[in-house]
């Protein structure tokens, strides 16, 4: 166990639908990143978030959305889900990002 | 924009050969990271280089960092089964915390 903690594990939903996956980050950890996997575009950096403020952005969708809790736990929203949305979403979650990130276990999303 | 491309893709070796797998970055960096990811599963931290001509060494894995080529290295010694996975190598971005990953070497040990 990592300590960074995701849930749900997987999740199958239809086209157009909207889902949103969870993430607490390890005790202490103020920031947290959203990370999307895929076999087509690889490990792609979606958002970062420290201490409930957006920090960095990366290559997220105009249908995704995330913020984080004042307890630090942080939300990622996908709406109007295409297929292409398929694929497995890390959160990680550091204290500072010079010494890495620790990975949570992962949400494996396939939208049908 | 930050490039980082690793080579090869995949790698199916023997057991108890040598091997390495290259990581190089476009643009300069001040961290680089390898990770380890079995299937299915999340991304294990193998090895933080934060300096130039930085080395690490854990078991049968050795990283170094040449930032002014803009190369990381990830050495295997001796491999074994255990060590079948796909390992990636990420760079950060200066001012900030993301991380850019490499594709990924799928290694694959052969008894």
């Known amino acids: 166990d990592s300590g960074v903690t995701q849930t749900p594990k997987h999740l199958i939903t239809a086209t157009g639908q909207r889902v949103t996956l969870r993430c607490s980050p390890r005790?202490?950890?103020?920031?947290v990143y959203w990370y999307q996997q895929s076999l087509d575009q690889g490990l792609q950096f979606l958002i970062q978030?420290?201490?409930?403020?957006?920090?960095a952005k990366g290559n997220i969708l105009e249908r995704f959305s995330a913020q984080q809790f004042p307890d630090l736990h942080s939300e990622l929203n996908l709406s109007s889900l295409e297929l292409g949305d398929s694929a497995l979403y890390f959160c990680a979650s550091s204290v500072s990002g010079g010494n890495g990130y620790t990975f949570g276990s992962g949400t494996r999303l396939t939208v049908v | 924009e930050l490039k980082v491309e690793q080579n090869p893709l995949f790698l199916s070796m023997q057991e108890g050969k040598n091997y390495t797998i290259y990581c190089n970055y476009s643009t300069t960096s001040d961290r680089l990271y390898w990770y380890r990811q079995d299937p299915g599963k999340s991304l294990e931290s193998l090895f933080v280089l934060l300096s130039n001509g930085a080395v690490k060494q854990e078991g049968r894995l050795m990283a170094s960092l040449d930032t002014k080529a803009r190369l990381s290295t990830l050495h295997i010694t001796a491999a074994v089964h255990d060590l079948s996975a796909t390992y990636f190598c990420?760079?950060?971005?200066?001012?900030?915390?993301?991380?850019?990953f490499g594709t990924g070497t799928r290694l694959t040990i052969i008894p």
């Open positions: 978030y420290y201490n409930g403020e957006e920090r």
């Open positions: 990420a760079v950060g971005h200066f001012g900030n915390e993301k991380l850019t």
């Open positions: 005790s202490g950890d103020l920031s």
